[in-house]
């Protein structure tokens, strides 16, 4: 089973500011298999990216993903204020897929 | 894009089992790949199945294999969880959705299952 270690658990930052949030995987995520999702509050989760750099319909450009095998990473160039949230990686490799344990971005 | 709602969630005892159901519309049910995905409270997101849009191929998370089962009727527009021999940490709320294969782009808005001891 592949596991999903993702840093900071919290990033304390200000609107405007770039984020950067990383997620590293135990073996290699082959072909790219990673996706990323955000979280806010009481609502189910939303799809950014897939592919590991492809961003999902309707996603702001201001997302974006980047890595290759152990090493990705989901860049949110300037925060905005609806994007203060949780984030999440997920593989999806082979069976059975699993998520890292998220990691909260918060208004400083 | 559509929607999804999940209903079946309530209150189970410890031991027992439930059946999940999500009912679909607005796309073409058979050519969409289907998940389960549930959260603890408070806790971050687990994958508990997945099943392709012809029903040929299905996958299940680690903590639930084995005592789960994935199925559709794509005449229905319905995805079903059965989820046998309950304990305490299947307490979540489970989420449906909807989209690539592994990496769905459409979710539910989730029912909440609760397991007692």
């Known amino acids: 089973e592949i596991v999903l270690m993702q840093s900071p658990g919290t990033l304390s930052l200000s609107p405007g500011e770039r984020a950067t949030l990383s997620c590293r995987a135990s073996q290699t995520v082959t072909d790219n298999y990673l996706a990323w999702y955000q979280q806010k509050a009481g609502q189910a989760p939303r799809l950014l990216i897939y592919g590991a750099s492809i961003r999902a319909t309707g996603i702001a450009d201001r997302f974006s993903g980047s890595g290759s095998g152990t090493d990705f990473t989901l860049t949110i160039t300037r925060l905005e204020p609806e994007d203060f949230a949780v984030y999440y990686c997920q593989h999806y490799v082979t069976s059975p897929w699993t998520f890292g344990q998220g990691a909260r971005v918060e208004i400083k | 894009e559509g929607q999804l709602v999940e209903s079946g969630g309530g209150l189970v005892q410890s031991g027992g089992s439930l059946r999940l159901s999500c009912v679909t519309s607005g796309f073409t049910f058979s050519r969409h790949d289907l998940h389960w995905v549930r959260q603890a409270p408070g806790k971050g997101l687990e994958f508990v199945a997945a099943?392709?849009?012809?029903?040929?191929?299905?996958d299940y998370g680690s903590s639930v294999k084995g005592r789960c089962t994935v199925s559709r009727d794509n005449s229905k527009n319905i995805v079903y969880l059965q989820v046998d021999r309950l304990r305490s940490e299947d307490t979540a709320v489970y989420y449906c959705a909807s989209g690539g294969y592994g990496a769905p782009a459409n979710w539910g808005q989730g029912t909440l299952v609760s397991v007692s001891s």
């Open positions: 099943i392709s849009g012809n029903g040929a191929r299905t």
